[in-house]
């Protein structure tokens, strides 16, 4: 069984910066493709960021530049680097990946940008 818990969420001022955590478990970690996801209300759940196994990246057009998808296979955790925050950046963002044919999230972590 695989547990994904995000943290680093809060209220950011525009252009502000934040930095989500999600911690994995389980001891196959080096080989998850990871993804940040995020839904704000009334939106469809977005695909926001992508880190494979070998720690190629990919990102959706609208975060290019500002965000930042990394992981630390020693401490299982990947990570999202928030910069130049924007009021449309506010989101419940959640952490996933899929195994096979199961798909795995965590519970979400809310960022708000507001002044």
């Known amino acids: 069984q695989v547990q994904l818990v995000e943290s680093g969420g809060g209220l950011v001022q525009p252009g502000g910066s934040l930095r989500l955590s999600c911690a994995v478990s389980?001891?196959?970690?080096?080989?998850?493709?990871m993804d940040w996801y995020r839904q704000a209300p009334g939106k469809q759940r977005e695909l926001v960021a992508s880190?494979?196994?070998?720690?190629?990246?990919r990102y959706v057009d609208s975060v290019k530049g500002r965000f930042t998808i990394s992981r630390d296979n020693a401490s299982k955790t990947v990570y999202l680097q928030m910069n130049s925050l924007k009021p449309e950046d506010t989101a419940l963002y959640y952490c996933?990946?899929?195994?096979?044919?199961?798909?795995?999230w965590g519970q979400g972590t809310q960022v708000t940008v507001s002044a």
């Open positions: 880190i494979t196994r070998s720690s190629n990246t």
């Open positions: 389980g001891s196959l970690f080096s080989l998850y493709n």
């Open positions: 996933h990946t899929g195994i096979a044919t199961t798909q795995y």
